[in-house]
């Protein structure tokens, strides 16, 4: 058969080859690429070596659920703190105790940090307690061979230094101490090979070794410790890192691991991908925090339900049943009502005095809260059943003692301040009684009568809900709305900052 024969065959080939490989296009279902996994970067995390065990697991099983490898670095946390001072490059960094976390941010190298679990020090021995070692006293006897951990270089050292120093023992502790280690597992293994006779450790790491156990005493057993998770400022992929953190931090992820091994879990999240958290926020607040509330979502990879509304209405809803995840509000005076959902004291961001409104150069010359009540007045203000600002108001006249003067000449009464504002800019109002805060954008066209009363003041504050399941994520929104970022937004919206101080005590 010549070449010209065969052509036909040659074309029905590839016919046949085509159709497959379209077939195959058309069933194929690429499955979804992470953003993660997409850019092909690790995370990289340094490790306080005595949380080695879990946060590798933890870690390993992470890089299997979402194809993002997770590199861990281990060491003494105090090193770990000086390498990161010098490199100043990494993802997250895992402190096995708070003084260290506070150490870092102080530096300026930590962002976000997330509880995981609490650590406790205790004395650690072969199995069966051959010297008898039962106190702080008994590590000092001549026959007792001790190791401790270096405080330059671990968490542990750093603590036992300073329970010592209380007790009075600390000079006496270091000339005993046969050996000072970088780290609380090298400790551990010491006494587990018979180098030494006892040594000071955390308590968890005596449960991963069958070959020790550990001896309770109050002055070390008072010394407990939060081990955190913080996202290191020099992260170039800070959702992936936020991403990761709280996967470690999740209460049916990564803290069953820390249970598992023998740590106290801290109270942390239920695990989502994207979670989502229900904010309830008093719409005078909306100006101020809505850029926040976006840059928020994007760097943690969540969602944010904001529910802007009067915080009367915010009240009801949630006495019919609606659940927030975090509540801010036009004033403090509206978590009373619904305080079994948020049982811990409200945080105080900020305040914005009420003031009078009236069109440009004050044509009715209204000086003072007696002068609403004016013949022929057409007056605005917000519903006291419905807002905080109405309730507010009610309050200040009913004080003043013209409440039935000055509704006479009401004549709208609306669910927030921005919608009295918009009538007064339309000339539909002589006056209206609103915050100063819903002036800023509009002082142009508008004059402002301030108010002296005591009670012409509202203050905004921040509740986390108590059966949230994403409370540290709740706790973290919070810490963004107290930054410095968030304060230049408030300001420039006309509040007056309070940096997210705690109310004063009674």
């Not at 194929?28 to 005595?50: E, F, I, N, T």
């Not at 993802?91 to 609490?118: C, I, K, N, Y």
């Not at 400022?233 to 999740?250: D, E, H, I, V, W």
Request: charged share 20%.
């Amino acid at each position: 058969m010549n070449g010209t024969s065969h052509r036909p065959w040659i074309a029905l080939g590839i016919c046949v080859a085509l159709a497959a490989v379209l077939i195959g296009l058309l069933v194929w279902k690429p499955s979804p690429r992470r953003p993660d996994a997409a850019q092909g970067r690790p995370l990289v995390m340094y490790c306080a070596a005595g949380i080695k065990p879990p946060v590798e697991a933890v870690a390993r099983q992470y890089e299997r659920e979402y194809g993002v490898p997770v590199q861990l670095q281990y060491g003494g946390t105090g090193t770990l703190l000086a390498n990161l001072r010098v490199a100043k490059v990494g993802d997250l960094f895992l402190a096995a105790d708070s003084s260290f976390t506070r150490l870092a941010r102080e530096q300026g190298l930590l962002a976000e940090v997330s509880p995981l679990a609490r650590l406790r020090l205790v004395i650690a021995v072969r199995k069966g307690n051959p010297k008898n070692i039962r106190s702080l006293q008994d590590l000092l006897r001549a026959e007792v061979s001790l190791a401790l951990a270096n405080p330059e270089a671990a968490s542990a050292g750093k603590v036992t230094q300073k329970v010592l120093e209380k007790a009075g023992q600390w000079a006496e502790a270091q000339k005993r101490a046969k050996v000072f280690k970088p780290t609380v597992t090298d400790v551990a293994n010491d006494i587990k090979l018979g180098t030494v006779d006892a040594g000071v450790v955390w308590d968890a790491t005596v449960r991963q070794y069958p070959e020790l156990e550990m001896v309770r005493v109050p002055e070390l057993d008072a010394a407990a410790e939060t081990v955190s998770i913080g996202v290191l400022k020099s992260t170039s992929q800070p959702t992936a890192a936020l991403r990761f953190a709280r996967y470690l931090g999740a209460r049916d992820k990564g803290l069953t691991e820390f249970a598992r091994l023998g740590y106290e879990p801290a109270d942390g999240d239920v695990w989502a991908e994207t979670p989502e958290l229900v904010l309830y926020s008093g719409a005078m607040n909306r100006v101020a925090v809505d850029e926040t509330l976006r840059q928020f979502e994007q760097r943690e990879g969540v969602r944010i339900t904001r529910i802007y509304n009067g915080c009367g209405i915010l009240v009801a809803q949630m006495k019919a049943g609606g659940r927030p995840d975090a509540y801010l509000t036009c004033d403090r005076s509206f978590v009373p009502p619904v305080a079994d959902l948020f049982p811990e004291p409200p945080v105080e961001v900020s305040d914005s005095r009420i003031v009078i409104l009236t069109p440009k150069g004050n044509p009715k010359n209204l000086r003072t809260l007696a002068d609403l009540a004016q013949k022929g007045l057409r007056v605005g203000v917000a519903n006291a059943e419905q807002s905080t600002l109405g309730a507010l108001t009610r309050r200040l006249l009913e004080q003043e003692g013209i409440l039935d003067q000055v509704m006479a000449n009401v004549v709208t009464q609306t669910p927030t301040a921005d919608m009295l504002v918009n009538q007064m800019r339309t000339g539909a109002l002589d006056a209206v009684v609103v915050y100063i805060s819903n002036t800023t954008f509009g002082q142009d066209q508008l004059g402002i009568v301030p108010l002296p009363q005591p009670g012409a003041l509202a203050v905004q504050t921040y509740s986390v809900a108590k059966n949230t399941p994403h409370r540290q994520l709740a706790a973290r929104l919070l810490e963004t709305l107290k930054s410095a970022a968030s304060r230049t937004r408030y300001e420039t919206a006309g509040f007056h900052w309070r940096g997210g101080n705690p109310p004063p005590g009674p």
